[in-house]
């Protein structure tokens, strides 16, 4: 989909302990090109969520300061693409 557009609807923040970073965001554009074997409908792509990432220190670095997502979630709306699958 290549006019589609991801963008913060908020800033990224952690959580009140430093843990978690939590990024809304909204994806725009259209459905314009053939993805995974599905004709394209020319649909609005309108969906929107958030991705909270749990932070680690990331002791393979030598305690240089560095994190690692340790794990990954997401909650979000789906496109009439992906409903199609």
Same mark, same amino acid.
Do not use: N
């Given at each position: 989909?290549?006019?589609?557009?991801?963008? !913060?609807?908020?800033?990224?923040?952690?959580? &009140?302990?430093? #843990?978690? *970073?939590?990024?809304?965001?909204? =994806? +725009?554009?259209?459905? +314009?090109?053939? $993805? %995974?074997?599905? /004709?394209?409908?020319? /649909? *609005? %792509?309108? *969906?929107?969520?958030? /991705?909270? !990432? %749990?932070? =680690?220190?990331?002791?393979? &670095?030598?305690?240089?300061? $560095?994190? #690692?997502?340790? #794990?990954? *979630?997401?909650?979000?709306? !789906? $496109?009439?693409?992906? %409903? +199609?699958?």
């Amino acid at each position: 989909h290549p006019d589609c557009v991801v963008e !913060f609807q908020h800033a990224p923040m952690c959580d &009140r302990e430093g #843990k978690w *970073v939590w990024c809304h965001w909204v =994806e +725009s554009g259209h459905w +314009s090109g053939e $993805s %995974l074997g599905v /004709t394209p409908g020319y /649909t *609005v %792509l309108d *969906v929107g969520g958030h /991705t909270r !990432f %749990l932070l =680690e220190e990331d002791d393979d &670095r030598g305690g240089d300061g $560095s994190y #690692k997502i340790a #794990k990954q *979630v997401v909650y979000r709306t !789906f $496109s009439d693409w992906e %409903l +199609s699958l």
